[in-house]
Nanobody, 121 residues
Framework: QLQLVESGGGLVQPGGSLRLSCAAS????????MRWYRQAPEKQRELVAH???????NYADAAKGRFTISRDNAKNTVDLRMNNLKPEDTAVYYC???????????????WGQGTQVTVSS
C-alpha cells in the first residue's frame, strides 16, 4: 500500500527550530520531485520548498535563508529543516512527492496527511 507519512510538527517559540520528515513507502520504483507546501488558516496552500532527484533546490522567498530541504533517494524520504521560525510560519505543512510505482509506471503525485506547525510564545 502506497503511503506518505509526515512527522515532526509541533509547537515552538519564535526563533526556534523544527525538522519535518516525510517518508514514502509501498511498491515504489522511483521518486522524482519532492516538495513541502503549507496552508495557513483561511489562506491558499503555497509551495515552501522543492528538491529534484539530483538535489537541486528552490525555495519560496519566505523560506530562503531559514529553511533547508533535503532528501535521501535510497530511503524515499524528504526533510525540511526550519530555523528562526516566525509566527507567520504557523500552518499545516504537507509533503508532496512525484513518483512511479510497480502498478503505475507513469509519474504521478501523492500528498501526505499534513502536520501542524505552530509558532507562538
Amino acid at each position: 500500500q502506497l503511503q506518505l507519512v509526515e512527522s515532526g510538527g509541533g509547537l515552538v517559540q519564535p526563533g526556534g527550530s523544527l525538522r519535518l520528515s516525510c517518508a514514502a513507502s509501498g511498491s515504489i520504483i522511483r521518486t522524482y520531485a519532492m516538495r513541502w507546501y503549507r496552508q495557513a488558516p483561511e489562506k491558499q496552500r503555497e509551495l515552501v520548498a522543492h528538491i529534484d532527484r539530483g538535489g537541486d533546490t528552490n525555495y519560496a522567498d519566505a523560506a530562503k535563508g531559514r529553511f533547508t530541504i533535503s532528501r535521501d533517494n535510497a530511503k524515499n524520504t524528504v526533510d525540511l529543516r526550519m530555523n528562526n521560525l516566525k509566527p507567520e510560519d504557523t500552518a499545516v505543512y504537507y509533503c508532496n512527492v512525484e513518483l512511479t510505482t510497480i502498478l503505475r509506471p507513469t509519474a504521478f503525485e501523492i500528498w501526505g496527511q499534513g502536520t501542524q506547525v505552530t509558532v507562538s510564545s
